[in-house]
């Protein structure tokens, strides 16, 4: 499993792949807002969404664990 967090403190504006799709690396995964910049949070090698861990709209952490991919 391969856990992708957030690389800064923002809000989820948008969340581009759900649970079960495949993903290459560089595939953006979430869309972060943080002063009024929009962030793509990438997927750091190949694999599927296992689970998504935030809600768009939801304020996060860095650090904060936001996708977890299975190799």
């Known amino acids: 499993m391969i856990d992708v967090p957030?690389?800064?403190t923002g809000?989820?504006?948008k969340i581009e792949k759900?649970?079960?799709?495949?993903?290459?690396a560089g595939d953006v995964l979430v869309i972060l807002e943080?002063?009024?910049?929009?962030m793509p949070?990438?997927?750091p090698?190949?694999?599927k969404v296992s689970?998504?861990?935030?809600k768009e709209g939801q304020p996060v952490s860095e650090g904060e664990v936001l996708v977890?991919?299975?190799?």
């Open 6 to 8: 957030a690389h800064i």
């Open 11 to 13: 809000t989820v504006w």
């Open 18 to 24: 759900k649970p079960g799709d495949p993903v290459s």
């Open 34 to 38: 943080s002063m009024k910049m929009e």
């Open 41 to 43: 949070v990438e997927a």
């Open 45 to 47: 090698e190949d694999g």
């Open 51 to 54: 689970e998504v861990r935030c």
């Open 68 to 71: 977890v991919l299975a190799k």
